[in-house]
Nanobody
Framework: QVQLVESGGRLVQAGDSLRLSCAASGRTFSSNAMAWFRQAPGKEREFVAAINWSGGTTYYVDSVKGRFTISRDNAKNTVYLQMNSLKPEDTAVYYC???????????????????????WGQGTQVTVSP
């Protein structure tokens, strides 16, 4: 059974930093695109960041560019999201997602779309107080 387990979410103050982790089990994702999405109360789940299989190409929503960094350690089957200069509007449940198909081409629109991913974690809550 494939599982993605997020961790690292908690209550922080504006300006603080957090690092989220997503540990995968049940299969290796070393050849697969991975991503982070988030969902705030009353809003749709939105794309935050994605990374290609090698870690050489990354994608970000405009609102987090320059503040968040996605990375991966394929040896540990784990993806990270380093979040700096957090703002109250970053408050949301953060979800890790993984693609089941290997070797997605760089530049594919699927990196930023929910339907580009087949596996999802249960989410970790990030709350940023003013």
């Amino acid at each position: 059974q494939v599982q993605l387990v997020e961790s690292g979410g908690r209550l922080v103050q504006a300006g603080d930093s957090l690092r989220l982790s997503c540990a995968a089990s049940g299969r290796t994702f070393s050849s697969n695109a991975m991503a982070w999405f988030r969902q705030a109360p009353g809003k749709e789940r939105e794309f935050v960041a994605a990374i290609n299989w090698s870690g050489g190409t990354t994608y970000y929503v405009d609102s987090v560019k320059g503040r968040f960094t996605i990375s991966r350690d394929n040896a540990k089957n784990t993806v990270y999201l380093q979040m700096n200069s957090l703002k109250p509007e970053d408050t949301a449940v953060y979800y890790c997602a993984g693609d089941s198909l290997d070797w997605r081409a760089s530049g594919s629109a699927l990196y930023t779309r929910r339907n580009g991913y087949n596996y999802w974690g249960q989410g970790t809550q990030v709350t940023v107080s003013p």
